[in-house]
């Protein structure tokens, strides 16, 4: 049985085939140490993931690569712009849709700092711009807010809130894991003082990379300390960047692949990239209002969102419609609570949980028509079961 995946919000599956030829050839042509010594094959490595800062800049509109940190994966750069950047007694705005990459870290914050947390909920189909300016207070040190939600694909109107941070001067942290390579980001256009996001999603790298971008006039400290490969002589935490946020050894293969990942999206186009996945969201929910007892959540059919589709059978537990949806029919979706507890009380699902398909670029129409002949097999079983 061939799969079909439908959890690209996870991590995206498949990749383009450089992807693992550019991680297979930076193991067996230049495994070296990055930054860490002037020969040949360390000298390769360094270039590699130089050009694919480069690139990262290009695709976000980053002024300086240097301005952007390579890291394990979203979670690390959430945690490293919010760690680094608040103290006691500051105040965070967020919102009800962060994954708990954005929440944990700022409820540690609360308990260990005493950082004070606002959380902005949304309406059916939006946030309300109001909302965010409202709860502005004198200690606001940071917005946060996720670009797209992993539970309902419901896209946050990030210029405006970008325009309303730079106004009231406070730093502004998107987390573009649901986003990255697949909505356009221009950080200077968005106001966007700190962009964490994966390589493993929508820029199509393997797992283990991610960055966070910071802009270069904001002050953060660092989450790691240790060697970096430069200023070796000090004691303390080099101030040049990357270097002061890049401790220890990078992840050369991975960091190799992704630039592969980037260059795919650079090449395609995110607008191409965003019309393929808009296509197959919009034939899904289509498909799905067919179809009765299948509830959806998040906002209304012909609002903008990202590829990624939260539902439940009525009568079904999500857990065993994802397990029967991957062991009979090859589909593999994800059930639960996708890491987003306040998200699912806001979309009314907290006791129940749903099951979550999420589109990357190489999944196809016929594959969502499958999806629906065994949606409809599975609730016939049900009715005579
Ligand atoms: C909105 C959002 N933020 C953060 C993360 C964490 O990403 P990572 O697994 O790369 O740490 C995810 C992962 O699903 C996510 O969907």
New binding site residues.
């Given amino acids: 049985m061939d799969i079909i995946y439908f959890d690209n919000?996870?991590s995206s599956w498949p990749k383009p085939r450089l992807v693992s030829q550019k991680v297979a050839e930076a193991i067996q042509e230049y495994g070296a140490n990055p930054g860490r010594g002037g020969h040949q094959l360390s000298m390769r490595a360094s270039k590699v993931i130089y050009k694919t800062r480069v690139k990262l800049a290009q695709l976000f509109g980053i002024q300086n690569p240097n301005d952007i940190f390579f890291t394990m994966?979203?979670?690390m750069s959430?945690n490293m712009a919010i760690k680094g950047l608040l103290k006691n007694g500051d105040h965070v705005i967020t919102t009800t849709l962060e994954?708990n990459?954005?929440r944990r870290p700022l409820e540690y914050m609360k308990k260990v700092h005493g950082v004070e947390i606002t959380y902005i909920k949304p309406e059916k189909n939006g946030f309300i711009i109001e909302e965010f300016k409202k709860a502005i207070k004198q200690n606001t040190r940071l917005i946060a807010v996720?670009h797209a939600s992993?539970l309902t694909g419901m896209i946050a109107p990030i210029k405006e809130i970008g325009l309303m941070a730079r106004e009231y001067n406070i730093p502004f942290l998107v987390?573009g894991?649901?986003s990255v390579g697949i909505l356009p980001i221009d950080v200077k256009e968005m106001n966007i003082s700190l962009l964490g996001f994966?390589g493993?999603k929508g820029l199509y790298g393997p797992q283990g990379t991610?960055a966070l971008y910071v802009h270069p006039d904001l002050q953060l400290e660092p989450l790691l300390h240790g060697g970096t490969g430069s200023h070796s002589e000090l004691i303390e935490q080099p101030e040049t960047r990357p270097d002061r946020f890049e401790s220890g050894t990078l992840n050369t293969p991975g960091i190799a692949g992704l630039l592969a990942g980037v260059e795919f999206v650079l090449n395609l186009g995110v607008e191409e990239i965003r019309n393929k996945e808009w296509e197959l969201t919009t034939y899904t929910l289509s498909k799905f209002e067919d179809l009765p007892g299948v509830e959806v959540y998040g906002p209304n059919r012909e609002k903008e969102r990202v590829a990624v589709i939260s539902f439940n059978l009525i009568g079904m537990d999500a857990s065993e419609v994802a397990y029967i949806l991957d062991q009979e029919y090859g589909i593999a979706v994800r059930s639960g609570f996708h890491?987003t507890p306040l998200g699912h009380e806001t979309s009314g699902t907290a006791e129940t949980g749903a099951v979550r398909i999420s589109y990357g670029y190489f999944n196809t129409k016929e594959q969502v028509d499958q999806l629906i002949i065994a949606i409809r097999d599975i609730q016939e079983a049900m009715l005579e079961g």
Avoid: E, I, K, M
Wanted: net charge negative.
């Fill in positions: 919000a996870a994966n979203a979670t959430l994954h990459s954005v996720s992993n987390d894991s649901q994966p493993h991610g890491c």
